[in-house]
């Protein structure tokens, strides 16, 4: 029923492609990110909540469409059903259904709660397509709240010594649970304008975040005092941050776990925090599906698909896409037609 070409994943019945990577007719989105979601096709189905990142990133002139989580839609018998992946707000599952046939395609996911997205939701099915980004052993992330506390407390012991704390997220996603986690009585929170226009998405979607201020042109800089900043990982190395000296540099990722990864991007503190699943949150999602056919993409895919033939006994098979992962995502943080979020001091 689901197929691989050269335009993305197919499902030939329905006549749709999910998150595909050229131009086509119809189009399922899992999420927002532009490794998912690109321009060019002739209509969008995606949940609710990501058609306004659609349409900020790519126009809004495209043809999109919004659905609830488990609401069904039936293309040439194919029943079509989105389901909550965790990665990031509005990030879905697409289950695919035809004469007793379940494909689940998961695009991005994890199964730590975020407090901003709606939590992962196993999908029995046959088959199932996973990513496999930190799909080795020792990629194991602590508790959410712990890195929260960290974070924080870093952040007071800056302010302490007269220094901003900059903040490195991305934009969509990211950005958002770290600010709904900062403690605000600390001191004034800032955001670059990409993270400002991502926030202002969320805000008239789905909900109030904590309180911040952007950063423009008319911002004083003297007035940037022990203050948080949250910026994406394209303000680094550029005059709009050297504006902030003096400032302590934090990096949110899941590379943060490998050894030298925050020495390698000039930060002063790595914290483990991802929008995808780490290894034993894949292997539970796994699990869950109750699938014997898996598809493995983006990520360590040739070791993982071998795991899990050898330790669960699965028919797991690598494939080739475009989707980026972990890897690329200092690219795909958000970014619109006319390119115009990167704003200066």
């Keep these: 029923m689901v197929t691989f070409d050269n335009n993305g994943i197919y499902c030939a019945q329905a006549g749709i492609y999910i998150d595909p990577w050229n131009a086509v007719d119809k189009a399922i989105i899992t999420h927002g990110h532009s490794d998912h979601a690109r321009i060019g096709m002739g209509s969008y189905l995606a949940h609710k ?159 109030k975040l904590t309180p911040s201020q952007r950063i423009t042109v008319e911002t004083n800089r003297a007035d940037i005092k022990g203050a948080m900043i949250i910026a994406p990982p394209s303000a680094m190395d550029t005059p709009w941050m050297r504006k902030l000296q003096p400032y302590k540099l934090g990096i949110c990722s899941g590379w943060m776990q490998l050894r030298g990864a925050r020495r390698r991007r000039g930060a002063d503190r790595g914290f483990i925090m991802s929008d995808h699943a780490d290894w034993e949150q894949l292997n539970t999602a796994i699990q869950e599906t109750g699938a014997e056919n898996i598809y493995v993409t983006h990520g360590y895919k040739s070791v993982y698909a071998k795991w899990l033939q050898e330790t669960y006994k699965l028919r797991a098979t690598e494939v080739e896409t475009l989707y980026a992962g972990e890897q690329a995502d200092d690219t795909i943080d958000i970014e619109t037609k006319d390119g115009k979020d990167n704003e200066s001091i």
Excluded: M
């Excluded at 293309?75 to 079509?80: A, R």
């Excluded at 991305?170 to 950005?175: D, R, T």
């Excluded at 991502?198 to 805000?203: G, M, P, R, S, T």
């Design 49 to 207: 909540h990501s058609v306004p990142v659609l349409k900020y990133r790519l126009g809004e002139d495209i043809k999109g469409e919004g659905v609830e989580y488990g609401e069904t839609r039936v293309l040439n018998g194919v029943k079509i059903s989105l389901h909550p992946a965790g990665h990031i707000w509005g990030s879905a599952q697409v289950r695919l259904e035809y004469k007793g046939e379940i494909w689940v395609i998961s695009g991005d996911y994890k199964l730590q709660h975020d407090k901003i997205s709606q939590p992962f939701e196993p999908v029995r099915c046959h088959n199932f397509i996973t990513e496999s980004t930190f799909g080795l052993p020792i990629y194991r992330f602590p508790d959410i709240t712990d890195v929260h506390t960290d974070i924080n407390n870093w952040w007071r012991q800056n302010k302490e010594e007269g220094k901003n704390s900059v903040l490195i997220t991305y934009a969509l996603g990211k950005a958002q649970r770290v600010l709904n986690q900062l403690d605000d009585t600390i001191g004034t929170i800032y955001t670059h304008g990409a993270v400002d226009n991502v926030n202002k998405l969320y805000e008239t979607t789905i909900g």
